[in-house]
């Protein structure tokens, strides 16, 4: 959806840290573990 689309929706821009939380939450949610998944979004593996 175009800017002007969307501000006129009222809806808040969509980027991608704003789809972050829910790709890490469907990722554990589907069994995947938490060490994966944060290494999968740019964490350092300890």
């Known amino acids: 959806m175009s800017s002007p689309q ?8 969509v980027t991608l840290g ?5 790709n890490i939450t469907r990722m554990r949610e589907a069994g995947i573990q938490a ?12």
Do not use: Q, S
């Open 6 to 13: 969307r501000e006129a929706a009222g809806l808040k821009p």
């Open 18 to 22: 704003t789809l972050r939380h829910p």
């Open 35 to 46: 060490d994966v998944v944060a290494v999968w979004h740019g964490h350092t593996e300890r």
